[in-house]
């Protein structure tokens, strides 16, 4: 025999172990009971998709951030800070093109990108682990 024949025969002896694996979870799944949503509840509950973003922000207004989940949280609604952004989004979007435009007018345009490494000299020591 050569090397492919006994290849072909060891290959040919793993499909039935392989697909006795793969018939296990569909008996498994087939056990589970079947949930049928009605149009209205799929209707109810969308699938949105959601997107990671980073940003820069100035260190006064993310103090805001945190003085405003500390007034929701006093009022007996806790809420993290991207529903907060997504708070004030909302509201952005229905304000008047007016109130808008009033709106991003107090907000001061940032330089985009990471901010700038502080100077080596400046910055504290790195401690190194020592043996």
């Known amino acids: 025999m050569t090397n492919n024949t006994k290849g072909n025969i060891a290959r040919k ?3 039935p172990a392989n697909s006795a694996k793969a018939a296990a979870p569909r008996a498994r799944a087939a056990a589970k009971p079947i949930v049928v949503e009605s149009p209205a ?9 959601l997107v990671r973003d980073s940003f820069t922000i100035p260190k006064s207004e ?3 951030l945190e003085g405003l989940k500390l007034r929701a949280t006093k009022l007996s609604r806790p809420i993290k800070k991207s529903e907060l952004l997504r708070a ?3 509201a952005l979007h229905a304000m ?8 991003l007018n107090g907000v ?8 700038k490494a502080v100077d080596a000299a400046s910055a504290p020591a790195k401690r190194t682990k020592q043996p």
């Open 41 to 49: 509840a799929a209707a109810a509950k969308p699938k949105h998709k």
């Open 108 to 115: 001061p345009s940032l330089k985009t990108g990471r901010p």
């Open 13 to 15: 002896t793993a499909a």
């Open 62 to 64: 993310y103090t805001v």
């Open 88 to 90: 004030g989004i909302s």
């Open 96 to 103: 008047s093109d007016k109130a808008f435009l009033t709106a």
